[in-house]
Structure formats: structure tokens, C-alpha cells
């Protein structure tokens, strides 16, 4: 069942360290969007999105190309 909670939306490099942090704290249930502005800054390669709520950790592979 969904719940308000805390929420930590982070971008990972290869490496494993967090590059930004795109949302850290209390959310509301419900649709959030989320921007990673320094995107056009990055290096090319891949990264990782990784979502940690409540109990729960999902991570997506994204890829940064020109």
C-alpha cells in the first residue's frame, strides 16, 4: 500500500558514487517528477538512478550520450 515518506532520488556513476541528488525528504503519495540538471555537464556514459523509499530500492540504468 502506498504511504507518505521519506524518498532519496540519487544519480550514480559506474564507480558507485553519487553524483546529484535529485530529491531527498519528505513526499506526498503521488505522481513527482524529477530533473537532473547537470545532465549536459556529465561525462557520456552510463549511470544510475536509484530510488530508496520506506522500505523499498529501485535502480534504473540511464545513459548520458550527445
Known amino acids: 500500500m502506498a504511504r507518505a515518506g521519506r524518498v532519496r532520488l540519487s544519480v ?10 535529485l530529491a531527498d525528504g519528505p513526499q506526498s503519495i503521488g505522481r513527482h517528477t524529477a530533473t537532473w ?26 545513459v548520458v550520450a550527445r
Open 12 to 21: 550514480i556513476d559506474v564507480m558507485g558514487r553519487e553524483v546529484a541528488t
Open 37 to 62: 540538471t547537470g545532465a549536459a555537464g556529465a561525462p557520456m556514459g552510463v549511470y544510475f538512478l536509484r530510488l530508496d523509499m520506506a522500505d523499498t530500492r529501485m535502480t534504473k540504468r540511464i
